[in-house]
């Protein structure tokens, strides 16, 4: 195969069994299937679930704690178990573990965006097997939100990978809960995450695990957006992770859209926003559909207290849909004075400064938010 790089996630419900306690069996089994990639050339990182799972008997609970303190003490204790146990696993088969935590902030501020971007670009050149987790004993948000699915999504963003893989106990998106509704048809292709396709995703997941399907979804949302591919399917199919790579898997694929540069992406998914502008619908077309700046005449209204440099968020005028993030030339009372003029006239009250509101080279036109 072409060399590829694959985010591979795994659910806690993956990897633990009904107890709720770690299956180091189903583990060792998914890590083998991780090496049989590196063996045929991919490029392999992987996000897992199930430190709480790890660690919770350890602190003598009979079963998987349900208040936040307590599995952020769990995931303390067991985040380095799990690590030893995916350490041993590929080193029996040759091949480098490199535990990394991460959390949304890490996403959020640039430089330290960039620097995990380049660790994994050396990880990945030396042949090691990023293993990743959220930082789940200082990142109440993962714990109720089953953040890995936006974290395994948020990475393969990142490093642009060619597929991102979501392991779960189900094989894809159904009309309906299968566990409970034996009408429900399995989805097999989504060309769009639509309002339609989210709502078919709410609902519970498993009762170790912190997310469901519409976390999973969420995550497809972004990944496609950013240029990704995405599968959903089992992890108790026999070498899925081969099949899914190959898109034999029986699983609900995700269509990619076109993507966009790492630069833009972190503006667009992950940059703390100062600000809103409001722009006509002719100014929408124009950044939208023909790429071109945002110009003082497109502005309708201002929101927030912003400076020249800061990173906003572009809405059409009347509309609550976010049509992209972009930095602005102009502070928000510049851009009270000049909004609705036109180029000659707003160049005439700010002499020597850039005709462009944003200019298209620093806007990232976006259909998928992640929430600050």
């Not at 399907?213 to 949302?221: D, I, L, P, Y």
């Not at 990173?311 to 009270?336: I, P």
């Not at 400064?353 to 298209?360: G, M, S, Y």
Request: proline fraction near 3%.
């Amino acid at each position: 195969m072409a060399k590829k790089t694959v985010v591979v996630k795994i659910g806690t419900s993956s990897l633990t069994e009904k107890s709720g306690k770690l299956d180091v069996a189903r583990l060792y089994a998914l890590t083998s299937q991780i090496a049989d990639l590196r063996d045929s050339g991919a490029q392999v990182i992987l996000v897992t679930s199930a430190a709480i799972a790890a660690g919770y008997s350890l602190l003598g609970y009979q079963e998987r704690p349900v208040s936040v303190p307590a599995q952020q003490a769990s995931a303390a204790v067991g985040q380095g178990l799990l690590m030893e146990e995916y350490t041993r696993a590929l080193a029996e088969r040759g091949y480098v573990a490199a535990q990394i935590l991460l959390t949304r902030a890490d996403f959020a501020d640039k430089r330290r965006y960039h620097n995990a971007f380049s660790a994994f670009e050396v990880l990945l050149s030396r042949g090691a097997v990023p293993v990743i987790n959220e930082n789940d004993t200082v990142s109440i948000a993962e714990l109720k939100l089953g953040d890995n699915d936006m974290l395994s999504s948020q990475v393969a963003a990142m490093m642009h990978a060619d597929l991102l893989v979501l392991l779960t106990d189900t094989d894809g998106l159904y009309t309906a809960d299968p566990r409970s509704d034996p009408k429900a048809e399995h989805i097999p292709y989504v060309e769009k995450v639509t309002p339609e396709i989210e709502a078919l995703a709410a609902g519970a997941g498993s009762a170790n695990g912190t997310g469901g399907m519409a976390t999973k979804v969420e995550g497809a949302k972004l990944a496609t957006g950013a240029g990704v591919p995405v599968v959903i399917c089992s992890s108790r199919e026999e070498n899925v992770l081969a099949k899914a790579v190959a898109g034999t898997a029986k699983g609900t694929y995700f269509k990619a859209g076109s993507g966009m540069k790492t630069r833009l992406q972190w503006m667009a998914f992950y940059a703390p926003t100062t600000g809103n502008i409001y722009i006509d619908s002719g100014a929408a077309e124009a950044m939208g559909k023909k790429g071109r700046s945002l110009l003082p005449a497109g502005v309708r209204a201002v929101e927030g207290d912003f400076a020249a440099g800061d990173v906003v968020k572009v809405y059409q005028s009347g509309t609550d849909t976010c049509l992209g993030r972009g930095t602005v030339n102009y502070s928000s009372a510049e851009l009270r004075e000049i909004m609705g003029l036109t180029t000659s006239k707003a160049a005439a009250r700010f002499p020597g400064r850039p005709p462009e509101v944003i200019h298209q080279d620093n806007y990232a036109h976006i259909e998928t938010e992640v929430s600050e």
